[in-house]
């Protein structure tokens, strides 16, 4: 499918598409890209990816494919410093859970001749990095998909073929609406998470002792990276904020219930939550 | 141990303890009662208990040891009906995930010769009723006895003993001092969650078709017994409203930083919780 791969970012993500990618012989050679020089030795030992350097350009150099799984805080300075080296006709994809205005920024970025197409495969963990990677992150994921009206439409295909041979079930989204979704049904429970874990943490620490399977499952994504989870916090902000206060009301309203001990009106909106949650299985 | 254990409420607790103490051989005769005569008769079917009935009264006839099972808002009127049957030296107890004053008034209700011991074992589900019962739902879980400064000690001796015998790691504890560690880290997560699902659904309900394992953890108890929960919320009110009104003022001060674009406090609000919830494992 590809000849040459560039994976920028060799963590749990990146990863995982590298060595599914090679296990489904998608490309012929992967070049791993990225900060930690150790960790990048250790990819090409796992045998992960078959070349390496911590300089952006030179790794995407004859690239026919780019995968920026990066931060998504990374993703400007990264397509800078790529960009005037990418050769005509190759096809930049990332893996960023925040869509919206960086789809836009990185599409005006590119070179004549240099496709961008947004992805999102929904395939993060509480676990990161390269040890946590596995050629089957992505069997049976979604991910989304955010062609634009200025996509390249071949791109587009290829990117969506790339990404179902991976194991995905994709869709296509608007970069705008990705983001309002992914605000509600992972961005803000991330948030919650960690909240949560502090909230607990300076009112009862010592009764974390005592944290059975539901406060384990509540809470599992607050030991997801804090550096990958700032960035999409940062960059979905407008429709976070909307969300965390939307959450702070639907809790103002149980301390109301609570308050006044109305059982009806709790049982009520326990049974909605109910509902809603057993639908999604 | 015992010879005849009446179990009020054959749900997944009452049904789990009965199983396990047939396994275990704890007792010679389980006397079932409930609401719902068809529940009762599935019990009886599966050999979980005995004899049944829905008097609870007549259950405890006779009985050394009973387990209050039921919703904690229903343990006034059970206590109130079976007091005046108990045999002298009969030994009462309970699951109920608050104590304070539920055991306070329990203690008091009891008749002479009679000796109430509050417990707590640590392993509720998602899941309720009869048919999600097992006999190793208590292994390894913790149960929180909480005897007061009224309490028999032989008798809390003996129900430490049986909730060790079901394989329960048995910890003692002041019933005020329980209803605070459980507020954290269990009545809390529960109505997070509840409030979770409930703002999604409210503000993007389309996007519950795109969920990740993230929402799925994170909302995992939100498909709790909506009844349990109403009584859980309403008898540990004053911790709960304490605990909420934290978690409202935290996700306040992430929605500032958030306004902010304060990366550098959002990453260290995130670092801290990811630190303690990877000590809990």
């Known amino acids: 499918m590809f000849e040459r791969i560039a994976v920028l970012g060799v963590g749990l993500i990146g990863g995982s598409f590298a060595r599914a990618a090679k296990k489904q012989g998608l490309c012929r050679h992967v070049a791993g890209c990225g900060r930690n020089t150790r960790n990048l030795l250790r990819a090409m030992e796992l045998g992960i990816i078959d070349s390496f350097t911590t300089d952006p350009a030179s790794s995407c150099e004859g690239a026919d494919l780019v995968l920026i799984s990066s931060p998504v805080g990374s993703f400007r300075e990264l ?25 836009r920024m990185l599409e005006e970025m590119m070179p004549e001749g240099v496709h961008f197409v947004g992805a999102h495969p929904i395939a993060g963990s509480d676990r990161s990095g390269l040890e946590a990677s596995s050629d089957d992150l992505f069997r049976g994921a979604w991910c989304i998909i955010t062609p634009t009206g200025r996509s390249d439409s071949a791109s587009a295909q290829k990117v969506s073929a790339l990404w179902e041979a991976l194991g995905c079930r994709v869709q296509h989204m608007d970069p705008f609406v990705h983001d309002r979704v992914f605000a509600a049904v992972s961005h803000l429970p991330h948030v919650a998470a960690y909240a949560l874990v502090n909230t607990v943490a300076d009112l009862e ?47 103002e309203g149980m301390a109301g219930m609570l308050e006044a001990s109305d059982a009806a009106a ?16």
Request: net charge positive; proline share 3%; aromatic share 4%.
């Open 79 to 103: 397509a800078g410093a790529i960009a005037p080296g990418l050769r005509p006709g190759a096809i930049v994809t990332d893996a960023g859970s925040v869509k919206g205005d960086l789809v």
């Open 205 to 251: 620490r010592g009764s974390l002792a005592y944290a059975g399977q539901g406060f384990r499952d509540t809470t599992r994504v607050a030991a997801s990276s804090p550096e990958i989870w700032r960035d999409i916090c940062i960059h979905n902000r407008d429709n976070l904020l909307e969300m965390i206060n939307a959450l702070r009301k639907n809790l």
């Open 266 to 281: 709790i049982e009520e909106a326990f049974s909605r939550a109910r509902a809603v949650r057993r639908e999604i299985g």
